[in-house]
Structure formats: C-alpha cells, structure tokens
C-alpha cells in the first residue's frame, strides 16, 4: 500500500502561500527546496489528525479549523491537501524544521521547483482561485442555500396558514380611519408627466447619488408611487394586482417615504396607502437629516434628496402562502419595486440610487415600526437631476 502524506496550503489576504525551504542536508530528500508545510500520515494517524499534529510540532499553529483541499494520488504516495487563511507575517511564525518560512504569489511559484511534486498542487490551486474567490465560502453555505429551491422539498405546503383556510392578512397595513392624508393626483389625470420610450429609460438609467434642489410635485411623486407598488386591479381582501409582479400575487411590502423637498407636502415621515392611492402622514421629525444619514450608514445623498423611499416587508403576507420558502422572493419581489422606480425617474429627469447598506435597528426605529413582523428591507433616494 502506498504511503500517505498531509500538507497545508495557508493562503493570506494577498493571495499568497506560505511555503517552507527544507534543512540542506544530503541525508533529507529533496534539500534546500522549497516544500508545503506538512509530513507521513503515521499509522493509526487520519490525514486530519496528522496535519493537526505536523503543525503544531513544525510550526506551533492551530490548524483544527482548516478544511480539505484535495487529494493527489502521486506514484510514491497519497498526499492530502488541507487549506487554511492564515494572516501573519513569516519572521514571526516559529520554526521547528527547516530554514525559513516566505510567503509566495502565483507568479514567484511558477517554475520553481518544489519538493515532492508540491508545483503540480500549486498551479492547479492558483488556476482555480484565478475564477474563484479564495475566502472561505463554505461558511456561507447557509446563506447560499437561502438563494436555492430546495426548502420546496423539505417543507410540507399542506401547513401553510393558506392551506389551513386562515384568511389572508390585509393587502395593506391598516391605520387610523382618523388620521390625516393626502390625496394624490390618479394616475390618469397626470397625462404630461412619465411619458418617456422604454428604451431610452432602460438606456438612461443608472445611480444617482447628487441631486439638484428642484423640488418634486405632488404629480411626480404620484407617478412614482404608482410605479413602484401602484394599483391595477383589486381581486379580494386579500389580494390586488400590482404595477410590479409579486410571488403569488403576496405583495409584502409597505412604502414610507422621508419628504425633505416635494411640492405642497411638509417635511417628515409618510406611507403610501396603495389601495387608496393616498398619502399617510406619519410624523415630523425634527433631525430627519441627521438621523436618516446616521441609519444610511453616513450616506449623505439619502439626507440631501427631495424624498427618501423606504421600503419595509410585512414577512407573514408571503410566509402566509409559502412558509418558509418566503423569504427569497420577498428578495427577489424588492428588486422588481426598486427597478421600476429606477426607471420611472428616468421618465421625469429625476434620479435614485439603490442602497442596501443601512443600519437596521436605526433605520426601523426612525420609520417607528416593531423591527419584528415589519422591517426596513430597501431604501431609494430619488431628487431631480442636478
Ligand atoms: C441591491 C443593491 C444594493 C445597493 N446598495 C447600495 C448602497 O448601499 N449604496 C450605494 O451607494 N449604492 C448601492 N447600490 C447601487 C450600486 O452600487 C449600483 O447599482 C452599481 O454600482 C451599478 O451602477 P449603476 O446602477 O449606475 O448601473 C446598490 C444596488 C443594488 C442593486
């Protein structure tokens, strides 16, 4: 039977490996020659225990949460490839066996010769990680598998509250009858504004993160809103066609909007009541600027637009007919708002940027919704261009 060997290929930051230059003595194969850190798997030894136990002897370092790489059948022996990040400078690594550690990029390998085949394992690693990304991904399996159908066979559908006959929640977040709104301008009485060829909106369209100090109108932000989550066709109680698509017509989303410049509308916090088509007003709030930039992460351009949109998810509208499997077309149903007001700004020399990246507790409690069964999931500033 073959002998087997474990080695370990540390990766750093710069893409580099740490590669270990053997004691020249004639006694020793391959002296003086560059090698991957490693050694025999002894008897009774499994590949990973041994590579545990090489590294702590020949280096002091922890490998145990390294992971596996490949195995190379060479003719001499069967050599396990571990791979591990690892981010600390060579000199300050303790050495037990050999001259001295250095790290290498791809180019300083090529051609070198390495002690036991080490370059055929090399250029095959630096090959795959030129496509690849050399972090770790498999910590990301979890989330990946987010983005994957397979929960369809997991989940029995029977137990859905849809299935179980509980009525649908609301197609709209209630309020107060009381409270006070703002009527918007229909959709067909704003027969000069939007009018603009698909093409050359699909063409124009990209971020705008500076805009001018020209105001909204009323009828401008009313096209948008109905772009965004507008209206066609009310079916039930429970559910209404929209000008966006939504994963089983479920519709999870809400639409605040941070008024800072639009026409006839005070500064603050208000929400888009689609099946009315109207305007509710929220709330003032005194610092908006200062807190909407704190909660976008210190992305001004969200405090200097004429109107922020913001928009939440109520998570049990989708999980009401897909339980479990919800939560990747609420992601995927977002896209679709945030891109028809890309689009629809385009239509009124206006501009938005999509942002992603904001402060989730801040942005949740600015909005004063429970962070729970309603949370912020999207944000758009939109201004005229400059
Ligand atoms: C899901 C998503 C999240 C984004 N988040 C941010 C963000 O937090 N901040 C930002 O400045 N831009 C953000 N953007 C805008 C992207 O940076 C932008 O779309 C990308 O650079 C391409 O530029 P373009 O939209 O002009 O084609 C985001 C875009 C998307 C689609």
């Given at each position: ?10 990766l ?5 490996v ?6 020249d003595r004639?006694?020793?194969a391959?002296?003086n ?5 490693g ?9 990973e ?6 590294m ?14 490949a ?7 069967v050599?396990?490839i571990?791979?591990?990040?690892l981010d600390?400078?060579?000199?300050t690594?303790p050495l037990h ?5 250095r790290?290498?990029a791809a ?11 080490f ?14 990304c050399p ?9 990946r598998y987010?983005?994957k159908d397979f929960?369809r066979?997991t989940?029995d559908?029977s137990?859905?509250?849809q ?6 929640p609301?197609?709209?977040k209630?309020c ?6 703002k ?9 000069d504004i939007?009018h ?7 063409a ?5 993160r500076t805009?001018g100090d ?5 009828g ?9 989550q507008?209206?066609?066709?009310r079916?039930d109680?429970?559910h209404a066609?929209?000008?966006?698509p939504?994963?089983g017509?479920r519709?999870?989303f ?5 008024i800072?410049?639009?026409?006839g509308?005070e ?9 009315e088509?109207q ?7 005194e610092?908006?600027?200062?807190r ?9 351009f ?5 109107l922020?949109f ?6 049990y ?5 897909y339980?479990p ?5 609420i ?7 945030c ?7 385009e ?9 992603a ?9 600015l909005?004063?919704v429970?962070g729970?069964e309603e949370?912020?999931i ?5 201004g005229k261009k400059?």
């Amino acid at each position: 039977m073959k002998r087997s060997g474990s080695s370990i290929i540390f990766l750093n930051s710069r893409n580099e490996v740490l590669l270990l230059q053997r004691d020249d003595r004639a006694d020793i194969a391959y002296p003086n020659m560059w090698d991957l850190p490693g050694g025999h798997v002894d008897e009774g030894e499994t590949p990973e225990s041994c590579i545990v136990r090489e590294m702590r002897e020949e280096i002091e370092t922890d490998v145990s949460a390294c992971r596996r790489y490949a195995v190379y059948d060479f003719e001499d022996r069967v050599e396990h490839i571990f791979l591990m990040e690892l981010d600390v400078a060579a000199e300050t690594i303790p050495l037990h066996e050999g001259q001295r550690l250095r790290w290498f990029a791809a180019e300083e390998i090529e051609g070198l010769p390495l002690a036991y085949g080490f370059d055929l394992v090399l250029s095959e690693f630096f090959a795959s990680t030129k496509n690849h990304c050399p972090m770790d991904t498999s910590r990301f399996e979890a989330h990946r598998y987010f983005l994957k159908d397979f929960i369809r066979q997991t989940f029995d559908f029977s137990e859905t509250d849809q299935n179980r006959r509980i009525p649908p929640p609301p197609v709209e977040k209630p309020c107060d009858p009381q409270a006070e709104k703002k009527e918007l301008p229909k959709i067909e009485t704003l027969t000069d504004i939007g009018h603009i060829d698909l093409r050359t909106a699909i063409a124009k369209r990209q971020s705008c993160r500076t805009y001018g100090d020209r105001p909204l109108s009323l009828g401008e932000l009313s096209f948008l809103l109905w772009s965004t989550q507008g209206i066609r066709v009310r079916l039930d109680a429970g559910h209404a066609l929209r000008t966006v698509p939504s994963a089983g017509c479920r519709h999870a989303f809400e639409t605040y909007l941070s008024i800072n410049r639009v026409t006839g509308l005070e500064q603050g916090i208000y929400r888009y009541l689609p099946l009315e088509h109207q305007l509710l007003f929220e709330f003032a709030e005194e610092n908006l600027e200062r807190r909407i930039t704190r909660a976008a992460l210190g992305q001004q351009f969200a405090a200097e637009a004429a109107l922020t949109f913001i928009w939440t998810v109520i998570p049990y509208r989708m999980e009401w007919r897909y339980g479990p499997a919800a939560h990747k077309v609420i992601a995927l149903d977002a896209g679709h708002v945030c891109q028809n007001l890309y689009l629809a700004c385009e239509a009124i020399d206006a501009g938005t940027c999509a942002i992603a990246a904001y402060d989730q507790d801040a942005m949740d409690s600015l909005l004063r919704v429970d962070g729970k069964e309603e949370f912020t999931i999207y944000l758009a500033p939109v201004g005229k261009k400059p």
